[in-house]
Nanobody, 118 residues
């Protein structure tokens, strides 16, 4: 089992920045990919960014150039640096982890609220 705990959400003005953190614990050696997803009420959860065990990254078009995903293997933590935040970035952000050879994500965090508003 793997446990994921997100932190760093909050209220920020448009144009501002936030950094989300996702601390992983448990059998993390089995983890191949980690990602950030977000969800707003009534909408499906959508991909924000992913990073693999070898550091390959992928971003949703809506956040390219503004968000950066990174990982600190020594701390078993994945980060999402969010700059140039817009009101449409408001959502609950979830951290997810997928095992090697898994077809999807096997573990999810509890989510952290990000609100972009003046």
């Amino acid at each position: 089992q793997v446990q994921l705990v997100e932190s760093g959400g909050g209220l920020v003005q448009p144009g501002g920045s936030l950094r989300l953190s996702c601390a992983a614990s448990g059998r993390i050696s089995n983890i191949y990919i980690m990602g950030w997803y977000r969800q707003t009420p009534g909408q499906q959860r959508e991909l924000v960014a992913t990073i693999t065990s070898i550091g390959s990254t992928n971003y949703a078009d809506s956040v390219k150039g503004r968000f950066t995903i990174s990982r600190d293997n020594a701390k078993n933590t994945v980060y999402l640096q969010m700059n140039g935040l817009k009101p449409e970035d408001t959502a609950v952000y979830y951290c997810a982890a997928g095992r090697y050879y898994s077809s999807g994500y096997d573990y999810w965090g509890q989510g952290t609220q990000v609100t972009v508003s003046s």
